[in-house]
């Protein structure tokens, strides 16, 4: 059974910077897609970052693009989110995310999800303060 463990969340301030960590047992992220998504309260969960092996194409959300960059370590079968100069509005709980498809834009931004992720981690809190 596929599970998928996140860590690195916590509270910082505005300006500061995290990690996410993504640790996946009983699946091999591959080709159809892996990334992260985020649920800021009152809003629905949105793609932030998107990766695909077999092209190696990256994709960001708009709001984070330049901000936020999402790698991969094969050989451990994880995956990271780096969140720099993070300010209030990124706030809410991070989820990794694996198999779907984004609609990308001009600029390697992701413009739509097309095909919601098949699996799911547990997710983890980021808060940021003014």
């Known amino acids: 059974q596929a599970q998928f463990l996140e860590s690195g969340g916590g509270s910082v301030r505005a300006g500061e910077s995290l990690r996410l960590s993504c640790t996946a047992s009983?699946?091999?992220?591959?080709?159809?897609?892996m990334g992260w998504f985020r649920q800021i309260p009152g809003k629905e969960r949105e793609a932030v970052a998107a990766?695909?092996?077999?092209?190696?194409?990256?994709y960001y959300a708009a709001a984070v693009k330049g901000r936020f960059t999402i790698s991969h370590d094969n050989a451990r079968n994880r995956l990271y989110l780096q969140m720099n100069n993070l300010n209030p509005e990124d706030t809410g709980m991070y989820y990794c995310?694996?198999?779907?498809?984004?609609?990308?834009?001009?600029?390697?931004?992701?413009?739509?999800?097309?095909?919601?992720?098949?699996?799911w981690g547990q997710g983890t809190q980021v808060t940021v303060s003014s």
């Open positions: 990766m695909y092996s077999g092209s190696g194409s990256i």
């Open positions: 009983g699946y091999t992220f591959n080709s159809r897609g």
């Open positions: 995310a694996a198999e779907f498809d984004i609609g990308s834009a001009h600029g390697g931004l992701i413009s739509s999800v097309i095909r919601r992720p098949r699996y």
